[in-house]
């Protein structure tokens, strides 16, 4: 392990450095962003989307989902390119891609049920099955894993009591392994659901768990997502 | 470099060794077939776009730092192109060894054996051993839907189906799902490719036993069909197929291409249509009735029988004929009419909705479900009878002087139809109700069985060859009608299908400037008729 | 980043701000001489100002190199269609970290350089595609891009000078391959992010069929301090050819991991030892990648040499994007080459036969060797298997993943006959 200093990307760890957890993640700069997704140039980015898991079975793109599909179509001089941030978009409402989702994406952009599927599969970050309110991806890829990024990944398997890929009991957890992060400078990067969590060591994980726990609201009625109103 | 060429529209360049002159935009893999060299390929197929993903046919270029796919590099002027150098034989046998980490190898149940692109360029290419030790992966089978069926494990994933089925078909119903490795071709869910009329395509562009139809699944092996150049009968466009037969049967119908009428293709209606060519219950002998009966006879007896019978006198002659005869024989029974001093003839045909391929829009599934329906009115017979093929015999049935009815089976006709008739002449492939009034019965046999040509939408007139041996004594209808001609008047039998196609120009004129042996290869459109393609503009 | 830990012989140019939260704002940012390149920029006009960048020498920092200002010049002239300017931010090669920290402390910065690169090629549109992961720095960014919209240094006839920008973020969902510039094309357009053929180019043919350029974050991020200092003054630091300073990302076996910027030249070994404090514990090194996962292995014999392109590429391995991974003497070899291996795999799109098989054979055999039952001719495998990917497929994703395998095997074959000899013994006592 280097012996380096906490980053403060580890959230409650900030050491000696001045700045704190909030302003490193940006949270008070970014402050409480809309549902409908604010100025049309960045409304396709989604700040609930692993937040707010399983939370509704209300209709895809209704509402203020709508208007900002809308927003998000505006940008595109094809339909067909707003496909991924849809997808984001109904992974957002429904917590994860059904067959069901990606048919209602299909025909709201014109394309064929199939070409959406197949697009859907290309990509990690949508997951077609329901996960756990926290899905925990941890990096074992090369920066991480000289630093014991393994050991971190057993940590988590070991804690939440549950093989890669499974839903824990509880319905909290899934663990994951993940392909770098864009982290490497602060092994072992973590990333649970849209946070980050670096220089993560096996014997942090307790403690990680615990924090999130605490977080997590009473089962089945969704949180309120990180920075947001929900 | 040589020197550009005068004119910017072709160029010149040398495939290993043989120069060659294309024009410019060629593809190499074109340039190379065009001096006989085949460039080993999977991902490209000249009826659908080019990917350069399978990475086979990549060859050496004089020049240029890397290998070149050649399905999408042009020919250049001056380019000197190996096809078939050290390092693109060692890139392709690498390939190859690639595609076998995981292929199954279990040629002896796949149905593409003997056609495998696979088989074929590893036994040419390919390496002795592999060197994957291993555990393959295992994918098993998928049932897409309709006719076709998916084993994952042969996949190669040159994605041929799926670019069929989004460019051509224009039905997106097939993806690659997942990537890497783990990728396999897929529908979406549980919505197959049924209801498809196009999907049976898919089967012949996969290059390797991964999709695979059910209908000749496990039915014969490729190496023990015989293949014989067609035309589908099942409907008015003609498509050029390949009648692929074992054991006298016919096991499916392969489109073959023909960039004039059906590009690569042949709708599934077409291609599954097929078992009636196979019936058991056929008049294997001629016969003539007697004291009642119809009794099984020689042809000459049956022959003379009936020339003595109608002798050489005119008659009143009405005619049913079947849009499944082909022009000779539709052209001989018009010429036996005439002899006779002329009569009216009709045809019925069934027919449904038309549906278009929308990447090749000349290539539909026609109204007319019967390939010859033009030529029967080329040749003069009318169109009778409903949508469904039936009707219309109503003013035929009670005929009192000569009668034919030519491969119509007549089936819905009423069980008195001809009894009236003075003689009722019927060839045909077997007896109904209706047709066993017949004082003479004369077995013919099917296109299927036989040389002729069809007429098609456009007036297209395309050759086929026979494909079965016709079942005991049964003959073509042209040659039965041909004997009987001489029999009644000064005519000569045609002694060959040159002879009756010859015989047409007395029917129609326009015919007189054709011959059996001078129709193209995709066909010959009847002079003085545009084909309707080239009128679109395409 | 240079923060945490910033070293003195920094030469802080894009990192400048780096740990300060107040220059993400727009305040805050403007208080730094935020937007003042942008001003001069409109009044500059696309010539001058890829004169300029081309004068700078700037090279693309995504890792192939590419001089910027060049790359520029081959967009066409406005042809009446649109043209597209891209921003990579999908930044997923292993080892890589310095445009997630660029964008999460300085995404005005980055704002600008989109807004002065688009008014160089005269695009009216450009897209950020930010890799998908990015949730925190995706929202940073986002509010940066409001508040610029509504300071109207993004929109409608900006600054007064009646041209008009817009810009749209745009997240991947998770896929390296995306990084690559045809693949990010697939990707915007809503398709799988397979990589395309070229011919043709980009720059011809592009996003949505239109002229389109892709620059990397870092490129862009540099491109408002040469329109501010021109580009003589950029040129003062880094070799002829290597022009500029960069940002290293330094991970792995070292005591201050982080990003660093320096300018391009910088002796590796003294980078390494003195900037990022060598490995820890006095370890000694075992081996260096110095791009990226991509890119061969050096050993520590190999390291007396410049950061910049050309030096890297004569000791046979290339710059790629700066990341350096550093692995001590205690580093298992085989599992880190097998790791990346795996990671190929996992990020193959799967066109390509080479790439889509050969990844995943190389793995399955780094596995078995790893685990004890290797053999010599394994290694001979690999070797053969590696060339039989390299430059046979569409994009260079097969090169770089028979880069780890290939260096290793010859650098560290002693690594991987130990592990021959520990199977075949453990297997001879059984």
């Given at each position: 392990?280097?012996?380096?200093?906490?980053?403060?990307?580890?959230?409650?760890?900030?050491?000696?450095?001045?700045?704190?957890?909030?302003?490193?993640?940006?949270?008070?700069?970014?402050?409480?962003?809309?549902?409908?997704?604010?100025?049309?140039?960045?409304?396709?980015?989604?700040?609930?989307?692993?937040?707010?898991?399983?939370?509704?079975?209300?209709?895809?793109?209704?509402?203020?989902?709508?208007?900002?599909?809308?927003?998000?179509?505006?940008?595109?001089?094809?339909?067909?390119?707003?496909?991924?941030?849809?997808?984001?978009?109904?992974?957002?409402?429904?917590?994860?891609?059904?067959?069901?989702?990606?048919?209602?994406?299909?025909?709201?952009?014109?394309?064929?049920?199939?070409?959406?599927?197949?697009?859907?599969?290309?990509?990690?970050?949508?997951?077609?099955?329901?996960?756990?309110?926290?899905?925990?991806?941890?990096?074992?890829?090369?920066?991480?894993?000289?630093?014991?990024?393994?050991?971190?990944?057993?940590?988590?398997?070991?804690?939440?009591?549950?093989?890669?890929?499974?839903?824990?009991?509880?319905?909290?957890?899934?663990?994951?392994?993940?392909?770098?992060?864009?982290?490497?400078?602060?092994?072992?990067?973590?990333?649970?659901?849209?946070?980050?969590?670096?220089?993560?060591?096996?014997?942090?994980?307790?403690?990680?768990?615990?924090?999130?726990?605490?977080?997590?609201?009473?089962?089945?009625?969704?949180?309120?997502?990180?920075?947001?109103?929900? | 470099?040589?020197?550009?060429?005068?004119?910017?529209?072709?160029?010149?360049?040398?495939?290993?060794?043989?120069?060659?002159?294309?024009?410019?935009?060629?593809?190499?893999?074109?340039?190379?077939?065009?001096?006989?060299?085949?460039?080993?390929?999977?991902?490209?197929?000249?009826?659908?776009?080019?990917?350069?993903?399978?990475?086979?046919?990549?060859?050496?270029?004089?020049?240029?730092?890397?290998?070149?796919?050649?399905?999408?590099?042009?020919?250049?002027?001056?380019?000197?192109?190996?096809?078939?150098?050290?390092?693109?034989?060692?890139?392709?046998?690498?390939?190859?060894?690639?595609?076998?980490?995981?292929?199954?190898?279990?040629?002896?149940?796949?149905d593409q054996s003997g056609e495998c692109g696979l088989q074929d360029y590893v036994a040419e290419e390919g390496r002795k051993m592999g060197r994957f030790v291993e555990p393959k992966r295992i994918l098993g089978r998928d049932d897409f839907g309709g006719d076709v069926l998916y084993y994952g494990d042969r996949c190669i994933m040159c994605t041929r189906c799926v670019r069929f089925m989004r460019e051509v078909a224009q039905d997106e119903r097939l993806t690659v799902v997942q990537r890497g490795h783990r990728a396999v071709i897929d529908t979406f869910f549980d919505e197959g490719l049924e209801g498809s009329l196009w999907a049976g395509n898919v089967v012949d562009v996969?290059?390797?036993?991964?999709?695979?139809?059910?209908?000749?699944?496990?039915?014969?092996?490729?190496?023990?069909?015989?293949?014989?150049?067609?035309?589908?009968?099942?409907?008015?466009?003609?498509?050029?197929?390949?009648?692929?037969?074992?054991?006298?049967?016919?096991?499916?119908?392969?489109?073959?291409?023909?960039?004039?009428?059906?590009?690569?293709?042949?709708?599934?209606?077409?291609?599954?249509?097929?078992?009636?060519?196979?019936?058991?219950?056929?008049?294997?002998?001629?016969?003539?009735?007697?004291?009642?009966?119809?009794?099984?006879?020689?042809?000459?007896?049956?022959?003379?029988?009936?020339?003595?019978?109608?002798?050489?006198?005119?008659?009143?002659?009405?005619?049913?004929?079947?849009?499944?005869?082909?022009?000779?024989?539709?052209?001989?029974?018009?010429?036996?009419?005439?002899?006779?001093?002329?009569?009216?003839?009709?045809?019925?045909?069934?027919?449904?909705?038309?549906?278009?391929?929308?990447?090749?829009?000349?290539?539909?599934?026609?109204?007319?479900?019967?390939?010859?329906?033009?030529?029967?009115?080329?040749?003069?017979?009318?169109?009778?009878?409903?949508?469904?093929?039936?009707?219309?015999?109503?003013?035929?049935?009670?005929?009192?002087?000569?009668?034919?009815?030519?491969?119509?089976?007549?089936?819905?006709?009423?069980?008195?139809?001809?009894?009236?008739?003075?003689?009722?002449?019927?060839?045909?492939?077997?007896?109904?109700?209706?047709?066993?009034?017949?004082?003479?019965?004369?077995?013919?046999?099917?296109?299927?069985?036989?040389?002729?040509?069809?007429?098609?939408?456009?007036?297209?007139?395309?050759?086929?060859?026979?494909?079965?041996?016709?079942?005991?004594?049964?003959?073509?209808?042209?040659?039965?009608?041909?004997?009987?001609?001489?029999?009644?008047?000064?005519?000569?039998?045609?002694?060959?299908?040159?002879?009756?196609?010859?015989?047409?120009?007395?029917?129609?004129?326009?015919?007189?400037?054709?011959?059996?042996?001078?129709?193209?290869?995709?066909?010959?459109?009847?002079?003085?008729?545009?084909?309707?393609?080239?009128?679109?503009?395409? | 980043?240079?923060?945490?830990?910033?070293?003195?012989?920094?030469?802080?140019?894009?990192?400048?701000?780096?740990?300060?939260?107040?220059?993400?704002?727009?305040?805050?940012?403007?208080?730094?001489?935020?937007?003042?390149?942008?001003?001069?920029?409109?009044?500059?006009?696309?010539?001058?100002?890829?004169?300029?960048?081309?004068?700078?020498?700037?090279?693309?920092?995504?890792?192939?190199?590419?001089?910027?200002?060049?790359?520029?010049?081959?967009?066409?002239?406005?042809?009446?269609?649109?043209?597209?300017?891209?921003?990579?931010?999908?930044?997923?090669?292993?080892?890589?970290?310095?445009?997630?920290?660029?964008?999460?402390?300085?995404?005005?910065?980055?704002?600008?350089?989109?807004?002065?690169?688009?008014?160089?090629?005269?695009?009216?549109?450009?897209?950020?595609?930010?890799?998908?992961?990015?949730?925190?720095?995706?929202?940073?960014?986002?509010?940066?891009?409001?508040?610029?919209?509504?300071?109207?240094?993004?929109?409608?006839?900006?600054?007064?000078?009646?041209?008009?920008?817009?810009?749209?973020?745009?997240?991947?969902?998770?896929?390296?391959?995306?990084?690559?510039?045809?693949?990010?094309?697939?990707?915007?357009?809503?398709?799988?992010?397979?990589?395309?053929?070229?011919?043709?180019?980009?720059?011809?043919?592009?996003?949505?069929?239109?002229?389109?350029?892709?620059?990397?974050?870092?490129?862009?991020?540099?491109?408002?301090?040469?329109?501010?200092?021109?580009?003589?003054?950029?040129?003062?630091?880094?070799?002829?050819?290597?022009?500029?300073?960069?940002?290293?990302?330094?991970?792995?076996?070292?005591?201050?991991?982080?990003?660093?910027?320096?300018?391009?030249?910088?002796?590796?070994?003294?980078?390494?030892?003195?900037?990022?404090?060598?490995?820890?514990?006095?370890?000694?090194?075992?081996?260096?990648?110095p791009g990226g996962s991509s890119v061969p292995i050096l050993r520590p014999e190999e390291i007396d040499i410049g950061m910049d392109y050309e030096a890297m590429a004569a000791a046979g391995t290339m710059l790629g994007c700066g990341s350096v991974i550093v692995m001590d003497e205690t580093t298992d070899i085989v599992k880190q080459v097998r790791r990346m291996s795996d990671f190929y795999t996992h990020e193959s799109c799967g066109q390509c036969t080479p790439c889509r098989e050969g990844t995943a054979w190389a793995s399955r055999i780094l596995k078995r060797i790893e685990d004890g039952w290797g053999s010599e001719e394994d290694l001979d495998t690999l070797l053969e298997?590696?060339?039989?990917?390299?430059?046979?497929?569409?994009?260079?994703?097969?090169?770089?993943?028979?880069?780890?395998?290939?260096?290793?095997?010859?650098?560290?074959?002693?690594?991987?006959?130990?592990?021959?000899?520990?199977?075949?013994?453990?297997?001879?006592?059984?």
């Open positions: 392990m280097p012996d380096s200093k906490k980053n403060p990307g580890f959230a409650g760890i900030t050491g000696d450095f001045k700045v704190t957890e909030a302003e490193i993640r940006g949270t008070e700069y970014v402050g409480v962003r809309a549902v409908d997704g604010g100025h049309a140039s960045v409304s396709g980015t989604l700040p609930f989307q692993v937040a707010s898991r399983g939370a509704s079975d209300q209709p895809l793109f209704e509402g203020a989902h709508g208007e900002r599909l809308e927003k998000i179509l505006s940008r595109y001089e094809d339909p067909q390119g707003a496909l991924l941030p849809a997808l984001h978009l109904a992974h957002e409402i429904r917590g994860h891609l059904s067959p069901e989702a990606m048919d209602a994406v299909a025909e709201r952009l014109g394309l064929s049920p199939a070409y959406v599927r197949g697009v859907a599969s290309f990509y990690t970050m949508y997951n077609l099955q329901p996960l756990g309110r926290y899905l925990i991806q941890v990096c074992t890829n090369i920066s991480c894993n000289l630093c014991g990024g393994d050991e971190v990944m057993r940590a988590f398997l070991k804690h939440t009591g549950i093989e890669p890929g499974e839903v824990s009991e509880d319905g909290l957890w899934t663990v994951i392994e993940v392909e770098c992060l864009a982290a490497c400078g602060f092994p072992t990067a973590v990333q649970i659901n849209e946070r980050y969590f670096e220089n993560v060591r096996p014997e942090d994980v307790p403690a990680i768990l615990d924090r999130l726990r605490k977080e997590a609201p009473e089962m089945g009625a969704p949180a309120a997502p990180t920075g947001s109103e929900s | 470099m040589a020197p550009h060429n005068a004119q910017n529209d072709t160029v010149t360049c040398t495939i290993d060794g043989l120069e060659v002159t294309v024009p410019a935009g060629t593809r190499l893999i074109e340039a190379a077939a065009r001096v006989g060299i085949e460039v080993p390929h999977y991902c490209y197929h000249p009826g659908l776009s080019a990917p350069a993903q399978c990475r086979m046919c990549l060859v050496e270029m004089e020049g240029a730092p890397k290998l070149l796919p050649a399905c999408t590099a042009q020919a250049g002027d001056g380019n000197v192109i190996h096809t078939h150098s050290e390092k693109s034989l060692k890139a392709r046998e690498g390939v190859l060894e690639f595609l076998l980490l995981n292929h199954p190898l279990d040629c002896p149940v796949c996969c290059p390797v036993g991964s999709l695979v139809s059910k209908d000749f699944l496990h039915k014969a092996r490729a190496w023990d069909l015989d293949r014989s150049p067609s035309v589908c009968p099942n409907c008015s466009q003609g498509c050029n197929i390949s009648i692929q037969t074992f054991n006298n049967q016919v096991t499916r119908l392969k489109p073959r291409p023909n960039m004039e009428v059906n590009s690569h293709w042949m709708c599934d209606y077409g291609r599954h249509n097929y078992q009636w060519m196979n019936r058991g219950n056929r008049i294997e002998a001629p016969m003539v009735r007697r004291d009642g009966k119809l009794v099984a006879v020689s042809w000459s007896e049956a022959m003379r029988t009936l020339a003595d019978t109608l002798g050489k006198g005119s008659h009143a002659v009405r005619a049913v004929v079947s849009p499944f005869l082909s022009n000779e024989d539709m052209g001989a029974l018009r010429r036996v009419m005439e002899t006779m001093g002329g009569g009216d003839g009709v045809y019925r045909v069934e027919t449904g909705e038309e549906a278009e391929l929308p990447g090749f829009p000349t290539l539909k599934l026609r109204r007319d479900r019967a390939a010859n329906g033009v030529g029967a009115e080329l040749f003069g017979y009318r169109r009778a009878g409903g949508d469904d093929g039936t009707g219309g015999l109503d003013d035929l049935a009670g005929h009192d002087d000569v009668l034919f009815v030519a491969g119509d089976e007549i089936q819905d006709a009423p069980t008195t139809f001809g009894e009236k008739a003075a003689v009722f002449v019927y060839l045909g492939h077997a007896l109904s109700d209706a047709t066993r009034n017949a004082d003479v019965v004369l077995p013919a046999t099917s296109f299927a069985e036989m040389e002729g040509t069809f007429t098609n939408y456009e007036r297209r007139i395309q050759r086929f060859l026979p494909a079965l041996q016709g079942p005991g004594m049964s003959r073509p209808i042209w040659q039965i009608l041909g004997v009987l001609l001489a029999g009644i008047s000064e005519k000569a039998a045609p002694a060959t299908i040159d002879d009756a196609f010859d015989a047409l120009a007395e029917v129609r004129d326009d015919f007189g400037a054709l011959s059996f042996r001078t129709i193209a290869p995709r066909g010959t459109v009847l002079p003085g008729f545009p084909a309707l393609s080239e009128a679109a503009g395409r | 980043m240079a923060y945490p830990f910033v070293h003195p012989d920094e030469t802080r140019v894009l990192s400048k701000h780096f740990g300060e939260p107040e220059a993400r704002t727009l305040a805050g940012w403007e208080a730094r001489g935020g937007y003042q390149a942008l001003r001069k920029a409109v009044e500059m006009g696309p010539a001058e100002i890829v004169s300029e960048v081309k004068d700078s020498g700037l090279r693309g920092r995504g890792g192939a190199g590419f001089p910027t200002g060049v790359k520029w010049s081959f967009m066409p002239q406005a042809s009446g269609k649109p043209h597209y300017l891209l921003c990579n931010a999908d930044e997923s090669e292993p080892g890589t970290f310095k445009d997630r920290e660029l964008i999460r402390w300085t995404p005005h910065q980055l704002i600008e350089g989109c807004l002065i690169g688009a008014r160089a090629i005269n695009v009216q549109h450009v897209y950020i595609y930010n890799r998908g992961e990015f949730f925190e720095t995706t929202q940073i960014l986002a509010r940066a891009i409001e508040e610029a919209y509504e300071a109207g240094y993004i929109g409608k006839d900006i600054l007064g000078s009646g041209v008009d920008i817009d810009i749209t973020l745009h997240m991947g969902a998770g896929a390296y391959i995306c990084g690559e510039e045809t693949g990010l094309m697939n990707s915007l357009e809503g398709r799988r992010g397979e990589p395309r053929l070229k011919p043709p180019f980009p720059a011809a043919v592009g996003a949505f069929g239109r002229p389109t350029t892709i620059n990397n974050v870092e490129t862009l991020c540099a491109v408002p301090h040469i329109v501010t200092h021109g580009g003589e003054w950029y040129r003062q630091w880094g070799t002829e050819k290597s022009p500029g300073t960069k940002l290293f990302c330094v991970s792995g076996h070292v005591r201050k991991p982080g990003n660093y910027e320096v300018p391009l030249g910088f002796n590796f070994r003294e980078f390494i030892y003195e900037m990022c404090g060598g490995p820890p514990e006095g370890r000694a090194l075992k081996a260096v990648i298997l590696s060339e039989n990917m390299a430059g046979k497929t569409i994009c260079t994703f097969s090169d770089a993943a028979a880069a780890p395998i290939v260096s290793s095997v010859q650098k560290f074959r002693d690594d991987y006959l130990a592990l021959i000899r520990r199977g075949e013994n453990l297997a001879a006592s059984a």
